[in-house]
Nanobody, 119 residues
């Protein structure tokens, strides 16, 4: 089992930046990839970005390419999501999740952190 705790959300204005953190604990050796997802009010949860736990390969949703950067610090068991040039459309609850080697599914989820971007 892997436990995930997000932090760093808040209220910002359009054009501002935020950095979210996702701290992992527990069986982190069994993690294949860590992803960030978001869910806006009335919408389904959507993929934002992911990074390989070993190797650092990344992928992004088209809507955030060029604005968001995901990175990992294995020494700290933490994954970051640097969000620049934020837009009101980025307003959502952001969740991090761990994709496990055994199942290749996102089995562990954090509690979420709210990001609100005002225009």
């Amino acid at each position: 089992q892997v436990q995930l705790v997000e932090s760093g959300g808040g209220l910002v204005q359009a054009g501002d930046s935020l950095r979210l953190s996702c701290a992992a604990s527990g069986r982190t050796f069994s993690v294949y990839r860590v992803g960030w997802f978001r869910q806006a009010p009335g919408k389904e949860r959507e993929f934002v970005a992911a990074v390989s736990w070993r190797g650092g390969a990344t992928n992004y949703a088209d809507s955030v390419k060029g604005r968001f950067t995901i990175s990992g610090d294995n020494a700290k068991n933490t994954v970051y999501l640097q969000m620049n040039t934020l837009k009101p459309a980025d307003t959502a609850v952001y969740y991090c999740a761990a994709q496990m080697i055994a199942t290749m599914t996102y089995d562990s989820w954090g509690q979420g952190t709210q990001v609100t971007v005002s225009s």
